[in-house]
């Protein structure tokens, strides 16, 4: 059976959805999900971890997980997605990198968790000193960011002072 004002709203959901910056999909790989909470329209709400590979050095790989909103709000994008999120990052082979094309601290994952203004973001911090990168997990707002954070380390250097 046709019912044109259903269809057109689905076919005007589907366009939305297919303008949306690719940042808010996995940059690497979507891991898997859990469902925290059912809705009757629309998807559930989750828990999704991603995985993404560090983009300057090889061999270390971080896992992110974080909540999404389902319900019709979430469904088109609209909904403000939770401050908390969490990351764990790993040596996952070698470690290579180029000391010059490493910054001190940058920021190496992006994604939009609302329609205007929030962002949640992975930083890679260098310690030098220690040789170990450390990876911190944040949300930002145009105007009030969250104290919500997580944060993980991998050693990359020698370990022991024998010879």
């Given at each position: 059976?046709?019912?044109?004002?259903?269809?057109?709203?689905?076919?005007s959901l589907i366009a939305m959805v297919a303008l949306l910056p690719p940042t808010l999909f996995a940059q690497d790989a979507h891991i898997g999900?859990?469902?925290?909470?059912?809705?009757?329209?629309?998807?559930?709400?989750?828990?999704?971890?991603?995985?993404?590979?560090?983009?300057?050095?090889?061999?270390?790989s971080c896992y992110l997980s974080y909540s999404q909103i389902g319900g019709i709000s979430g469904a088109v994008g609209l909904a403000e997605e939770?401050?908390?999120?969490?990351?764990?990052?790993?040596?996952?082979?070698?470690?290579?990198?180029?000391?010059?094309?490493?910054?001190?601290?940058?920021?190496?994952?992006?994604?939009?968790?609302?329609?205007?203004?929030?962002?949640?973001?992975?930083?890679?911090?260098?310690?030098?000193?220690?040789?170990?990168?450390?990876?911190?997990?944040?949300?930002?707002?145009?105007?009030?960011?969250?104290?919500?954070?997580?944060?993980?380390?991998?050693?990359?250097?020698?370990?022991?002072?024998?010879?």
């Open positions: 059976m046709f019912f044109p004002k259903r269809d057109a709203l689905i076919t999900s859990v469902r925290t909470e059912f809705k009757l329209l629309g998807p559930n709400n989750t828990i999704e971890v991603e995985r993404f590979d560090d983009p300057k050095v090889q061999g270390i939770a401050s908390e999120a969490s990351v764990a990052c790993r040596q996952t082979g070698e470690i290579v990198f180029d000391p010059a094309e490493v910054e001190e601290q940058e920021v190496i994952f992006s994604q939009r968790r609302s329609a205007l203004f929030k962002n949640m973001r992975v930083v890679r911090m260098h310690d030098a000193e220690t040789q170990t990168f450390v990876y911190l997990t944040y949300s930002t707002k145009l105007v009030d960011g969250s104290p919500k954070n997580a944060i993980t380390a991998v050693h990359y250097g020698e370990l022991g002072g024998g010879q």
